[in-house]
């Protein structure tokens, strides 16, 4: 079974950073195209970055652009989202998510195209 388990969420001061990971386990496809997703309270989970794994290339939600970088190890098991500059408006659980087919610029951000999820881990700013 795959398992996804985020960590290095927290509270933070506005401003300040924070580095999520996901370890994944137990896939045997080499799609492996892998993202971050966050939900906050009383709003709908939205696609935060995604990162294909065949090209390199990753794709950032416009709010967070120039603020959070994705990337992956070099045996491609472990996902990160460094954060800075955190906003409160970036408060949310944060989701880690493996897609079952390979992304682009134009449908990175689907929730349909996730096949596994993490668990999530909150990340508070204030």
């Known amino acids: 079974h795959v398992q996804l ?5 927290g509270s933070v001061q506005p401003g300040g950073s924070l580095r999520l990971s996901c370890a994944a386990s137990g896939y045997s496809s080499i799609v492996n195209c892998m993202g971050w997703y966050r ?4 709003e709908e989970r939205e696609g935060v970055a995604g990162i294909n794994v065949e090209t390199g290339t990753a794709y950032y939600r416009d709010s967070v652009k120039g603020r959070f970088t994705i990337s992956q190890n070099n045996p491609k098991d472990t996902l990160y989202l460094q954060m800075n500059s955190l906003k409160p408006e970036d408060t949310a659980i944060y989701y880690c998510a493996m897609f079952k087919t390979y992304i682009s610029g134009d449908n990175w951000h689907r929730r349909e195209l996730v096949g596994y999820w993490g668990r999530g881990t909150q990340v508070t700013v204030s």
């Open 5 to 9: 388990v985020e960590s290095g969420g």
């Open 39 to 42: 939900q906050g309270i009383g």
